[in-house]
């Protein structure tokens, strides 16, 4: 699980069932965190994923 060439696919099942991102466990606890509370929505973190799919965190450039 902390291969970072195997990341974990998360599934969104209310807005969008069945859009899917890759998140590698680095990333996991903040994008778990932010969707318990409902901070972010399970699109923003789709909506910045980077090819192939896969969430490495947000550009703050």
Known sequence: MGDPACPLQ????SDEP???VRVPARWFPDVSA???I???DFAE???AAQAPGIFRGF???
Do not use: P, Q, S
């Open 10 to 13: 998360a599934v969104d099942l």
């Open 18 to 20: 069945g859009r899917t």
């Open 34 to 36: 932010d969707l318990a």
């Open 38 to 40: 409902a901070d972010m």
């Open 45 to 47: 973190f789709a909506d």
């Open 59 to 61: 550009d703050e450039n």
